[in-house]
């Protein structure tokens, strides 16, 4: 029997028109009752605020769902089915090396894969043309639980895929993961020279400096991609503006600018948002973001700077269908055919320096 997850999840993840929003309003009411009545946190969190799933009737009411502290996640393993059912977990460092685990069941963890490619189908991104991958995380045989790790896989299964390499590699005789500089340079340099176009994945500042250290000059074709997530973390002071990025990638390595994208993601939301061609992280029909006073959490208006609070649906074994993060950004209009609203990120709330995966990856630049 389908579900109002699937109907929300074979429809068009940017139409978002009043039946389409109506979808992910049903779907995400669904997910809200099974986690209600799964999940005693969340249940009596909810009753405390006098808050029950059943009131989610129409696209204003969402905005009324209360969202658990994200901090929560980190400190508790919170999870709404049992552990004998789950198909994956995640893990993404935190403050002070705290972890989120995410916890995927069968169901979920087919969800988050098909979402995903919708998502890059409906941006242009998907293809069965074969490529080959640069993949700047780590290699997921051994680091199987990270979220990056996780993704980076994941996005190479959106097209073909010839040869696959994963910058970051465990060395055992140090048992730790290091950045292969060599086998990258060499890995660039020979799929520059093949007759199929590559996909590089990953950590904008690693390639950013392994162009400047080695000062490479590669043309990869007109065909080629670069999907970049995690940020500048641990390189601010090196970070470029993201057009000038693109410029610098598209003279340096040939690949077109309208090829290059960002994507921006939490392991305890699982919702990829993808740049369009010009540059702006789109919010599709599948979640929903509001932007929060930091003072009295009141919603804030389009265009105004709070705290980013997530909602999602597609999850039923992790009680995260409302999630409020660390994060501040706004919400903006794009002129692009898309449609819907952008996020845009603006940093982090607090003095707590944040160590998630993304840094402890860029520190080993520094080794």
């Not at 999850?315 to 845009?344: I, K, M, Q, W």
């Amino acid at each position: 029997m389908k579900t109002a997850t699937d109907n929300l999840l074979n429809s068009n993840p940017f139409d978002f028109s009043s039946s389409a929003k109506k979808l992910f309003v049903e779907s995400f009411r669904e997910n809200a009752l099974h986690h209600y009545k799964s999940h005693e946190f969340t249940r009596k969190l909810w009753d405390h605020l006098k808050f029950h799933p059943q009131l989610i009737k129409t696209e204003s009411d969402l905005e009324k769902v209360p969202g658990t502290m994200v901090h929560l996640f980190k400190e508790h393993e919170f999870c709404s089915v049992s552990k004998e059912d789950l198909a994956l977990i995640l893990t993404s460092s935190g403050t002070g090396g705290q972890k989120s685990h995410q916890f995927l069941d069968a169901l979920s963890l087919e969800n988050v894969k098909k979402l995903a490619l919708n998502i890059h189908r409906a941006l242009g991104m998907s293809s069965d043309k074969e490529y080959n991958y640069l993949c700047f995380t780590y290699d997921p045989k051994i680091a199987n639980d990270l979220g990056t790790a996780f993704t980076d896989e994941l996005l190479t299964n959106f097209t073909g895929k010839k040869e696959v390499y994963y910058a970051i590699q465990w060395n055992e005789e140090k048992q730790e993961f290091s950045l292969n500089e060599e086998g990258v340079i060499e890995t660039l340099r020979k799929f520059a020279a093949s007759n199929t176009p590559t996909r590089i994945l990953g950590f904008p500042a690693f390639l950013y400096e392994m162009i400047e250290k080695y000062d490479l000059q590669l043309n990869l074709g007109p065909e080629s991609w670069l999907q970049t997530g995690g940020g500048w973390k641990g390189k601010a002071d090196k970070e470029i503006p993201k057009q000038e990025f693109r410029k610098f990638i598209q003279a340096r390595l040939g690949i077109p600018e309208s090829h290059q994208r960002d994507l921006f993601g939490m392991v305890e939301h699982g919702i990829p948002y993808v740049d369009c061609e010009q540059g702006n992280l789109h919010i599709p029909n599948y979640a929903r973001v509001y932007v929060r006073s930091p003072y009295d959490l009141s919603l804030l208006k389009k265009g105004e700077t709070g705290l980013i609070h997530f909602l999602c649906s597609y999850n039923f074994s992790y009680p995260a269908p409302s999630l409020l993060t660390t994060d501040y950004g706004r919400l903006e209009s794009c002129s692009c055919s898309l449609g819907g609203d952008v996020l845009v990120l603006t940093g982090r709330a607090g003095v707590t320096k944040h160590k998630g995966c993304a840094l402890t990856a860029l520190s080993l630049l520094r080794n």
